[in-house]
């Protein structure tokens, strides 16, 4: 008899909940908006309701499911379900997990949202039959996961994986976590739109950017970027050459200390950009890496695209309750 759980990823705008079997077919989904500033308890109401609206739309009988499984952003306790800060919702100390039983009436699991998605490549996507990986997702922001072993790696307070936050230019510029030179403040999609904001409006440099963004330099979304890389835009090709080279030496620290066996680049940036980019990466980590460390390591992409975030938190939620 097969048993289903409901993985749930939850972002700033949007949560996505799904029913899943185990070999991660997906049986009904449910979307709805975040809506985060109408409170915490309204937020969680709405977590609640994509969860009974995927399953009623799945066709499988309530009582069949297993456990729920949530990807959560922000610092969390894993064990507890406890979300302790996730600034884009406004949380701090919010107790995820019991809020959300006392709603559905299911086991619920929850966990940091990077480390879903790398367990959501590591059981149905890229990192399958690997034991060793590491999850480095290139977006608005940088994350990571790690698994050890074959197990999600948490770290002694919770917080392993903040790989955007290692230091790869001392005194570079301004992290949003308010230290300078951390590979977010470098290579993140956030990053990447402040130096094509310096370069255009401060510097008066000439770029495709300006038009395919209509000018608004504030938000770059991943696909214009990939269409001014089609078109030998200048400036963009001079910002991509800075963070492949960012990117490698953040690979190459963390090959140097773990030597994981496979590292896989996923999110928003990387899905929009052609192999060439991933080349670029391989080419910088291997230069900053130490002789022979990265024989034997695979430098891979995503393959789950939006679905790793509900396929990892499923993968979480058999994991954890011991679903069949």
Partial sequence: MSSYVVGVDMGGTKILSAVI????????????????????????????DSIQKAIGKSGI???????????????????????????NLGWRDVPLKAELEARVGILTFVDNDVNVGTLGEHVFGAGQGVQN????????????????????FHGASKTAGEIGHIVVKAGGPKCGCGTRG??????????????????IQKKGKKSVISKLTNGNLRTIRSGVLAKAIQANDKLTLKIFKKVTKYLG?????????????????GGGVVEALDDTFLDDIRTAAKKY??????????IVRAELGDNSGILGAAALARQRSGAG
């Fill in 249 to 265: 030496v953040g690979i190459g620290s963390i090959v140097n200390f773990l030597n994981p066996e496979m590292i896989i680049l």
């Fill in 21 to 48: 079997d185990a070999e991660g077919n997906i049986l009904g989904t449910a979307k709805v908006p975040t809506q985060a500033d109408e409170g915490t308890s309204v937020v969680i109401d709405r977590i609640a």
């Fill in 289 to 298: 890496a130490l002789p022979n460390t990265l024989d034997g390591v695979q």
């Fill in 61 to 87: 009988n309530k009582a069949s499911i297993e456990a729920v499984g949530i990807g959560a952003p922000g610092p969390l306790d894993p064990a507890t379900g406890v979300v302790i800060f996730a600034p």
């Fill in 133 to 152: 990986v590491v999850g480095i997702f290139v977006g608005t922001g940088i994350g990571g996961g790690i698994i050890l072993q074959g197990e999600l």
């Fill in 182 to 199: 951390c590979l977010e403040a470098l290579a993140s999609r956030t990053a990447m739109a402040k130096q094509f904001r310096k370069a």
